[in-house]
């Protein structure tokens, strides 16, 4: 698991919060049903009506 954080150059106030997990099930069934989770989701939950897109990639190869 990692995460990363990135700010908008022309819209300060936009941000990508991208977080990777080892798999699809060690998100929903480790960390959701973890004792991680609740806290986690009590900082998040302020912003969750501004979080415009929450879908889960896989990597394709292609990196700088």
Known sequence: ??????????EPTSLILR?????????????R???HFPPFLAEI??????IAEMRRYRPTGVAT
């Open 1 to 10: 698991m990692g995460f990363d954080l990135a700010q908008c150059v022309e």
């Open 19 to 31: 977080i990777s997990w080892t798999s699809a099930e060690d998100h929903m069934e480790g960390f």
């Open 33 to 35: 049903g973890g004792p």
């Open 45 to 50: 939950r302020p912003f969750i009506p501004e």
